[in-house]
């Protein structure tokens, strides 16, 4: 059975300053990973995907994560965060089909 | 301009009464899906289908009732059988099932609240 972990309910920053979002998964196979955005009464949008290729994996607005099997992690980063990357993240696993959803990270940046 | 759509926004309804919850894509996607999410919680899959007249329970099924008679088309009931079906639902489709190859994309939800 496949799960995620999300280590951290919730993240604060300020502007400008790093942002590290925490994953851990668990899954039987050779996962497929996955990192979603959601804004405030929004639907999620993809930010960044790893099936199998390269470990570093870059996204949209800048995002990036890693994929450390050794560690089974899966942790997003941005090196600048920006007013607008407020909002909640969650990392994903998938086996076949179906998605696995992590309980999510809130983050708020501090102006 | 392709997408999915999800009516209405907010939704209220009185214990006991059934609702249903609509869900259309322009997409050209086969396959899709409905997920309940709960604050504080990730999305749990409800049903999804991979062609038209064809659908298969999720995880949290019990209570929910879905069809699929056009492939645009795959509208949500949430029945008087669901014990806690105040929540926010989200619609999504893709273009085929093996979710390492096919993205799937999200409609903005409907917030359901029932009293």
């Known amino acids: 059975a496949q799960s995620v972990t999300q280590l951290d309910s919730h993240v604060s920053v300020s502007e400008g300053t790093p942002v590290l979002l925490r994953c851990n998964y668990s899954?039987?196979?050779?996962?497929?990973l996955f990192w979603y955005v959601q804004h405030p009464n929004k639907g999620l949008q993809l930010l960044l995907k790893y099936t199998s290729a390269a470990t570093l994996v870059k996204g949209i607005n800048g995002f990036e994560a890693e994929f450390k099997k050794s560690e089974t992690s899966f942790h997003l980063t941005k090196p600048s965060a920006h007013m607008s990357d407020a909002a909640e993240y969650f990392c994903?696993?998938?086996?076949?089909?179906?998605?696995?959803f992590g309980a999510g990270t809130t983050v708020t940046v501090r102006a | 301009d392709g997408g999915i759509t999800q009516s209405p926004k907010y939704l209220f309804r009185k214990e006991g009464q059934n609702v249903t919850l609509s869900c259309e894509q322009n997409?050209?996607?086969?396959?899709m899906y409905w997920y309940r999410q709960d604050p504080g919680q990730g999305l749990r899959l409800i049903y999804y289908s991979q062609i038209v007249n064809d659908f298969q329970k999720g995880d949290i099924a019990e209570g929910y009732s879905v069809s699929r008679e056009k492939k645009e088309s795959f509208p949500l009931t949430v029945t008087s059988a669901q014990k806690n079906p105040t929540a926010f639902y989200l619609c999504a489709s893709s273009f085929g099932l093996a979710a390492s190859s096919y993205e799937q994309y999200f409609g903005p939800g409907t917030r359901l609240t029932v009293t």
């Open positions: 994903v696993v998938s086996e076949g089909y179906k998605l696995s």
């Open positions: 899954s039987s196979y050779s996962p497929s």
């Open positions: 997409l050209n996607h086969d396959a």
